[in-house]
């Protein structure tokens, strides 16, 4: 029997985030695609050894999504490398302390948002010239943070909220390009970030009371399979695990009833405090 070929095979990708997580996985899937990969990441000891066990269909380039100038410049090798760009998925982020606005650190909050959205914007801005050229696809990673209330992370929630409504405004700009946009919201994925936040006595005790199927962290191989999934789609949306298209649909309605009582609900209340005093 004849295996398919993916509609993915030989194309170029640039991946920011590419060392681990989320995107390391999508980076590995990619590859088994037959794409040839861009891996982008500041932490150049982790992404040249992934870079090498994906062989020569993967190129390892270090560059940090808050510099501007060196995306730009990293963007036109892989360019003239591989020849052109067909997908862009800008993946880049940091969660940043857990913390309230109250006592959050000026310079923690801004770095939060300088990663998570300002990084996704220098990452499309550098390689738009080059994807639409191909009418090809470019996926942002957002998160459920754009939809909900998340006290004692509003920087992620912030930076993840500004992602979703650059990538919608995005995907009307490019229509007349032929160029689709895609944005990815995903809920607690286990890596090593959310492992580390969902750990804190306060708030591992908030999600002992929800619903498991809320409360427990997917896999990262889930949501890799689902960025892939998305790229050889050209979804408008990604999504995992499978109750967040519901939550994205009745965001409003969750917010009318929600956002007047949260505060008051015990292990929620005792983790502000908590962190507040930290």
């Known amino acids: 029997m004849r295996t398919r070929q993916s509609p993915l095979t030989d194309r170029v990708a640039v991946l920011t985030g590419a060392a681990g997580g989320i995107g390391g996985e999508t980076a590995l899937r990619l590859t088994a695609k037959g794409v040839r990969v861009a891996l982008l990441d500041r932490d150049a000891d982790r992404l040249r050894p992934l870079a090498a066990k994906m062989g020569d269909r993967a190129a390892a380039f270090p560059v940090d999504v808050t510099d501007r100038d060196g ?30 606005v109250a006592a959050i650190k000026p310079a923690e909050f801004e770095q939060v948002v300088e990663v998570n959205l300002l990084g996704v914007w220098h990452t499309v801005r550098a390689a738009l010239p080059y994807v639409t050229a191909r009418r090809g696809y470019i996926m942002l990673t957002s998160s459920i943070a754009a939809a909900i209330p998340c006290p004692t992370v509003a920087a992620y929630a912030s930076s993840k909220a500004g992602v979703e409504a650059f990538g919608r405004a995005l995907r009307i700009e490019l229509a007349h390009t032929g160029t689709a946009v895609g944005i990815a919201y995903f809920g607690a994925v286990d890596t090593g970030l959310v492992h580390g936040l969902m750990t804190r ?78």
Do not use: C
Request: hydrophobic share 50%; charged share 20%; glycine share 10%.
């Open 71 to 100: 995306l730009e410049r990293v963007t036109a090798e892989v360019a003239d490398r591989f020849g052109g760009i067909d997908i862009v998925i800008a993946n880049a982020g940091i969660s940043g302390p857990l913390a309230t």
């Open 201 to 278: 006595p306060s708030l591992a005790d908030g999600l002992q009371k929800m619903p498991k199927v809320i409360g427990a962290p997917i896999s990262v191989s889930r949501a890799g399979a689902a960025m892939v999934n998305g790229v050889e789609r050209r979804s408008r949306s990604v999504y995992a695990p499978w109750w967040v298209p519901g939550l994205l649909a009745l965001r409003s309605q969750f917010a009318a009833v929600a956002d007047p009582v949260a505060g008051r609900f015990p292990p929620l209340a005792r983790l502000i405090k908590d962190v507040d005093h930290a």
